[in-house]
Protein backbone atom coordinates (compact mmCIF):
# COMPACT_ATOMS: atom_id res chain seq x y z
CA UNK A 1 0.00 0.00 0.00
CA UNK A 2 1.42 3.77 -0.42
CA UNK A 3 2.90 5.43 2.39
CA UNK A 4 2.44 9.49 1.04
CA UNK A 5 -1.04 10.79 1.04
CA UNK A 6 -0.05 12.26 -2.95
CA UNK A 7 0.44 8.57 -4.01
CA UNK A 8 -2.98 7.39 -2.17
CA UNK A 9 -4.93 10.19 -3.87
CA UNK A 10 -3.48 8.65 -7.03
CA UNK A 11 -4.87 5.25 -6.51
CA UNK A 12 -8.30 6.75 -5.39
CA UNK A 13 -8.14 8.55 -8.79
CA UNK A 14 -7.08 5.43 -10.77
CA UNK A 15 -9.72 3.36 -9.82
CA UNK A 16 -12.86 6.18 -10.23
CA UNK A 17 -10.48 6.95 -13.80
CA UNK A 18 -10.69 2.93 -14.53
CA UNK A 19 -14.08 2.36 -13.78
CA UNK A 20 -15.53 5.05 -15.82
CA UNK A 21 -13.73 3.74 -18.44
CA UNK A 22 -14.29 0.51 -18.33
CA UNK A 23 -18.08 1.50 -18.71
CA UNK A 24 -17.39 3.20 -21.73
CA UNK A 25 -15.68 0.59 -23.36
CA UNK A 26 -18.13 -2.12 -22.92
CA UNK A 27 -20.89 0.38 -24.24
CA UNK A 28 -18.39 0.79 -27.63
CA UNK A 29 -18.06 -3.08 -27.75
CA UNK A 30 -21.71 -3.40 -27.39
CA UNK A 31 -22.60 -1.07 -30.05
CA UNK A 32 -20.25 -2.80 -32.35
CA UNK A 33 -21.19 -6.09 -31.99
CA UNK A 34 -24.82 -4.70 -32.55
CA UNK A 35 -23.44 -3.27 -35.86
CA UNK A 36 -21.38 -6.28 -37.05
CA UNK A 37 -24.28 -8.30 -36.32
CA UNK A 38 -26.71 -6.22 -38.70
CA UNK A 39 -24.35 -5.93 -41.30
CA UNK A 40 -23.44 -9.99 -41.30
CA UNK A 41 -27.50 -10.11 -41.88
CA UNK A 42 -26.91 -8.49 -45.03
CA UNK A 43 -29.73 -5.77 -44.94
CA UNK A 44 -28.20 -2.35 -45.15
CA UNK A 45 -31.90 -0.58 -43.98
CA UNK A 46 -31.83 -2.64 -40.83
CA UNK A 47 -27.68 -2.31 -40.76
CA UNK A 48 -27.41 1.63 -41.17
CA UNK A 49 -28.79 2.81 -37.41
CA UNK A 50 -26.69 0.62 -35.60
CA UNK A 51 -23.56 1.63 -37.55
CA UNK A 52 -24.35 5.17 -36.98
CA UNK A 53 -24.85 4.29 -32.87
CA UNK A 54 -21.62 2.60 -33.06
CA UNK A 55 -19.76 5.82 -35.17
CA UNK A 56 -21.41 8.12 -31.97
CA UNK A 57 -19.89 5.91 -29.51
CA UNK A 58 -16.91 5.57 -30.86
CA UNK A 59 -16.49 9.33 -31.31
CA UNK A 60 -18.03 10.23 -27.71
CA UNK A 61 -15.18 7.44 -26.13
CA UNK A 62 -12.41 9.77 -27.81
CA UNK A 63 -13.95 13.11 -26.38
CA UNK A 64 -13.62 11.13 -23.21
CA UNK A 65 -10.43 10.27 -23.60
CA UNK A 66 -10.85 6.68 -23.35
CA UNK A 67 -9.65 5.88 -27.15
CA UNK A 68 -7.14 7.10 -29.38
CA UNK A 69 -8.57 9.36 -31.88
CA UNK A 70 -6.65 7.08 -35.10
CA UNK A 71 -8.15 4.09 -33.38
CA UNK A 72 -11.96 5.09 -33.53
CA UNK A 73 -11.73 6.40 -36.99
CA UNK A 74 -9.60 3.41 -38.47
CA UNK A 75 -12.99 1.22 -36.77
CA UNK A 76 -15.51 3.95 -38.03
CA UNK A 77 -13.99 3.61 -41.03
CA UNK A 78 -14.13 -0.30 -41.15
CA UNK A 79 -17.81 -0.83 -40.12
CA UNK A 80 -18.58 2.21 -42.73
CA UNK A 81 -17.00 0.17 -45.38
CA UNK A 82 -18.35 -2.67 -44.36
CA UNK A 83 -22.08 -1.56 -44.98
CA UNK A 84 -20.96 0.58 -48.09
CA UNK A 85 -20.26 -3.08 -49.37
CA UNK A 86 -23.64 -4.72 -49.01
CA UNK A 87 -25.14 -1.79 -51.34
Same mark, same amino acid.
Given at each position: ???????????????????????????????? $?????? #? %? &?????? &?????????? %?? %?? @????????? $?? @???? #??? #??? %??? $???
Amino acid at each position: MSNHPSAEKRNRQRLVRTERNRSVRTRIRNSL $KKARAA #I %A &AGDVAQ &ATLPVKEASV %AL %AR @AVTQGVLHQ $KT @ASRT #ISR #INA %ALA $KLS
